[in-house]
């Protein structure tokens, strides 16, 4: 805190799992961000107060402890790490192919387990490396390894079941003088690495600035917007007082939970693959004002709708997410199509979201497709198809993600995956052949609260299910009628939309402004609510 009590700096750790036993914890400069006040400086210069905050959301009691607090100075953060030196197990006159900046050279290792060692000439702190192997040339397993005195050896990362190309290896806060790449055995193939590069701490300060740091280098339309930096949109899903929200985003991907992973959209037409960077996309809400949001994408050769709401059972016990997705050809010929719906460990909530709930990845570290499309995420059934896909698959992050694997014609074959990283990522896939003007419909059922659900005497497919959401926010917020000139329709339109976002929002009788970085209660917006 700033002399003037106004400006406020933090190391903000949600969640935190504090130690049993006294454990040194290090906070450095780039660890302290800007929390709020009125100055424009959002570099900590100087301080007045340091202050330790507590809190536990879930209630209880407890005791916690510090001692020995002290302040040191760093060195300058390397704005890019340098490998003095590299040296190899085999083909040594050759290790400096890896670190001369030219992909055109390599160091080949053959097909023998073979370690190639990199120098960074003194003790260097930095946040994973980028590797590229030459074509044809990558090894299936191996880790990266790092030691102080080059003698003693520790694991910083395992690598199973590489694709090649380029491998983006996150090692968040490493401090090392010595990295290896050590080649393990199971190769079927010659191994040469054309190109090795250590990169600083901000590559992976976070694992959603390594996820920015990879999507960098992938054609855009690949991860979502959010993490190239541009603004990203989205509404709510939900029921009038439900335990649990999803969101969709401008582009199409559904959030299945507050936190959780996504369900976004790709199709293949031919041999193209289209994202949302590739077409051009509306969004509407059915009736102009009610909470049944739909995206739509068109392109010359392709329009698929996206249409997301949420249905209640009977009792009001049990809630779906239920995504439609309508794929039609309007040109004036036959075409093949694929309609892939990718299960991603991205929120929809950007990563830009911090507060309260931190937007950006959401861990998948096991994922299973069963037969009929059923999709399992880290242990538990999370989505249901209502139609079997033509084929389905997952894989790891090392593996390549499922964005990368829809751009080739040949997709994975394994329906199941264990995933470290926590960024697996997986799709079902649906291939039609679609005539002029013809169109083809699938949908996912997503459990918010409770299991799937079709009673007795309800209206299971999807068309009857919107219709009957429909009619409930219809009696919901028609009670009141406006009658106003056709210019002010639209006003009216949104007071409706906001009072069914407020409904959706609130916990019980209490309102809330969101559901993600502002699921509490506020001053300011709750004299705002009450205002509307």
């Given at each position: 805190i700033d002399a003037s009590g106004d400006n406020v700096w933090w190391v903000n750790r949600p969640k935190y799992a504090f130690p049993a036993e006294w454990t040194p914890v290090r906070y450095k400069r780039r660890h302290i961000d800007k929390a709020w006040g009125p100055s424009p400086d959002?570099?900590?210069?100087?301080?007045?107060?340091?202050?330790?905050?507590?809190?536990?959301?879930?209630?209880?009691?407890?005791?916690?402890?510090?001692?020995?607090?002290?302040?040191?100075?760093?060195?300058?953060?390397?704005?890019?790490?340098?490998?003095?030196?590299?040296?190899?197990?085999?083909?040594?006159?050759?290790?400096?192919?890896?670190?001369?900046?030219?992909?055109?050279?390599?160091?080949?290792?053959g097909r023998m387990p073979q370690r190639l060692t990199l120098d960074l000439g003194s003790t260097t702190e930095f946040g994973g490396l980028r590797l590229d192997w030459a074509p044809n040339a990558h090894p299936l397993t191996y880790a990266v390894l790092a030691s102080d005195d080059g003698q003693t050896w520790r694991t910083l990362r395992e690598v199973v079941g590489g694709d090649g190309g380029r491998d983006w290896i996150a090692t968040p806060e490493s401090e090392t003088r010595y990295v290896a790449i050590d080649i393990r055995d199971g190769m079927p193939r010659e191994v040469a690495l054309a190109e090795a590069r250590v990169e600083p701490l901000a590559f992976a300060a976070t694992p959603n600035d390594f996820v920015a740091s990879v999507a960098k280098d992938q054609p855009r339309g690949r991860f979502p917007r959010g993490f190239s930096g541009e603004q990203a949109y989205?509404?709510?899903?939900?029921?009038?007082?439900?335990?649990?929200?999803?969101?969709?985003?401008?582009?199409?991907?559904?959030?299945?939970?507050?936190?959780?992973?996504?369900?976004?959209?790709?199709?293949?037409?031919?041999?193209?693959?289209?994202?949302?960077?590739?077409?051009?996309?509306?969004?509407?809400l059915q009736d102009g004002y009610l909470p049944i949001p739909t995206v739509q994408w068109t392109h010359r050769d392709v329009v698929l709708r996206t249409t997301a709401f949420v249905h209640q059972d009977s009792a009001g016990k049990r809630a779906s997410i239920v995504a439609r997705y309508a794929l039609r050809n309007p040109g004036a010929t036959a075409r093949d199509y694929t309609l892939a719906l990718a299960v991603q460990p991205f929120q929809v909530n950007p990563p830009s979201q911090f507060l309260n709930t931190t937007g950006g990845i959401s861990k998948i570290a096991s994922l299973v497709f069963d037969e009929d499309g059923t999709v399992r995420v880290n242990g538990r059934v999370r989505a249901h198809p209502s139609q079997a896909p033509d084929a389905s698959f997952a894989t790891a992050f090392d593996a390549g993600m499922a964005s990368a694997h829809l751009a080739t014609k040949d997709a994975p074959t394994a329906r199941a995956v264990d995933d470290p990283t926590g960024l697996a990522s997986g799709a079902l896939l649906y291939r039609w052949r679609l005539a002029p003007g013809e169109t083809r419909e699938v949908a996912m059922i997503v459990p918010l609260s409770g299991d799937a659900f079709c009673e007795d005497g309800m209206a299971c497919a999807a068309d009857e299910r919107q219709a009957a959401?429909?009619?409930?926010?219809?009696?919901?917020?028609?009670?009141?009628?406006?009658?106003?000139?056709?210019?002010?329709?639209?006003?009216?339109?949104?007071?409706?939309?906001?009072?069914?976002?407020?409904?959706?929002?609130?916990?019980?009788p209490r309102l809330q402004p969101g559901t993600r970085s502002y699921a509490r209660s506020w001053i300011r917006d709750g004299a705002m609510i009450a205002e509307g």
């Open positions: 959002a570099t900590l210069r100087a301080s007045a107060k340091l202050e330790f905050t507590l809190n536990n959301s879930a209630g209880g009691k407890g005791s916690v402890c510090f001692d020995d607090l002290r302040f040191s100075t760093l060195s300058q953060d390397a704005a890019q790490p340098r490998i003095v030196s590299a040296q190899a197990t085999k083909a040594a006159r050759e290790a400096a192919a890896a670190i001369d900046g030219d992909t055109t050279t390599a160091w080949r290792a989205w509404t709510i899903l939900g029921v009038d007082g439900g335990t649990e929200q999803g969101l969709i985003g401008e582009d199409g991907a559904v959030e299945v939970a507050k936190a959780g992973f996504s369900i976004e959209p790709f199709v293949r037409v031919d041999d193209a693959l289209l994202s949302w960077a590739d077409v051009a996309a509306s969004q509407s959401v429909a009619e409930v926010w219809r009696a919901k917020l028609d009670s009141v009628r406006f009658i106003v000139p056709e210019e002010g329709q639209a006003l009216v339109d949104t007071l409706r939309t906001s009072l069914a976002h407020q409904l959706i929002s609130r916990v019980g």
